[in-house]
């Protein structure tokens, strides 16, 4: 089974560009309120001069966006996947799917009821992000969870046959640390930054782990 990598936060087109040139599954984009927040006619730009590598897949991530928001978007940028990443119901992703036809996937910040809440989006997302729950911020913290509750999500998004991402904290120097519970996707934005760019060696670090786990498995 491949262990699916998204490189998210790409906030400038030398990001997207380096993003581009890499095996990942998914690059993701922030429209929500963050310092790594992009201007969608800014990102339409950029991904015609820098278009994603054929199999890729564009992500973009909200909170709690409103319909408008949405379509305004999709109208300028292609996504392939909407990510979910705030308090969003069961009953708003079944209006979004409705409305727009396009793949959703819901974060699930990590919790007790971490599985209760994965369980309660069974049959209307098409995938999860776990991320670490962090007060005041929806993610992009670059603060790890503890990875030893990663198997239980796994095996809950097998159960559902779908895929889970593992976000917060991930980084070179620890991704091995968690490819021992093996997940079934990482999700990875401030590890892989140097001053708040996307570092190429950084990325090339990290994916050439990933390999390796994965040759070895």
């Not at 992009?38 to 909170?63: A, D, E, R």
């Not at 060696?201 to 994965?214: A, D, G, N, P």
């Amino acid at each position: 089974m491949t262990l699916y990598v998204k490189l998210c936060g790409n906030r400038s087109m030398e990001d997207l560009k380096t993003v581009s040139e890499t095996t990942a599954d998914f690059v993701g984009v922030i429209f929500a309120d963050s310092k790594r927040k992009v201007n969608p006619v800014q990102l339409q730009t950029w991904l015609s001069l820098h278009p994603l590598s054929p199999g890729q897949k564009l992500v973009g991530v909200f909170v709690q966006p409103d319909l408008t928001e949405l379509e305004q978007i999709l109208e300028v940028v292609p996504l392939d996947i909407i990510q979910l990443h705030g308090k969003e119901t069961p009953s708003f992703v079944l209006n979004l799917k409705e409305i727009f036809n396009i793949p959703i996937w819901k974060a699930i910040h990590h919790q007790q009821e971490g599985l209760k809440y994965m369980r309660a989006f069974e049959s209307l997302v098409d995938g999860y992000v776990i991320d670490s729950k962090v007060k005041g911020a929806w993610g992009g913290t670059g603060i790890k969870f503890d990875w030893e509750a990663v198997p239980d999500y796994t095996e809950e998004a097998m159960r559902q046959g779908l895929p889970c991402l593992i976000a917060g904290g991930v980084r070179p120097e620890n991704i091995s640390e968690l490819l021992q519970k093996h997940p079934l996707g990482i999700d990875v934005s401030s590890g892989i930054e140097t001053n708040e760019q996307k570092d190429k060696s950084k990325i090339q670090k990290l994916l050439r782990q990933v390999m390796t786990h994965e040759i070895s498995r």
